[in-house]
């Protein structure tokens, strides 16, 4: 109430694909759908926690070109 929509933050929380085309294919659907914060899962199998990690880090320069 009162309220500038556009200082409102919206949030999702989402598994990202594997691929990094599909990767950046979905986060660029979800600021489309108007939400200013994402917050990125990655399953990562037993023992591959750090190479799921290392692949998210070299995925952020992209990702942070959306938007």
Do not use: H, N, W
């Not at 950046?24 to 199998?45: F, H």
């Not at 926690?49 to 942070?64: D, Q, S, Y």
């Amino acid at each position: 109430m009162g309220r500038d929509p556009a200082t409102i933050r919206r949030a999702v929380q989402f598994r990202l694909p594997d691929s990094a085309d599909d990767a950046l294919r979905v986060v660029e659907l979800q600021a489309q759908a108007g939400y200013t914060d994402l917050i990125l899962m990655r399953y990562a199998a037993p023992g591959s926690a750090a190479a799921a990690a290392e692949a998210i880090a070299a995925l952020l320069p992209k990702l942070r070109t959306v938007g």
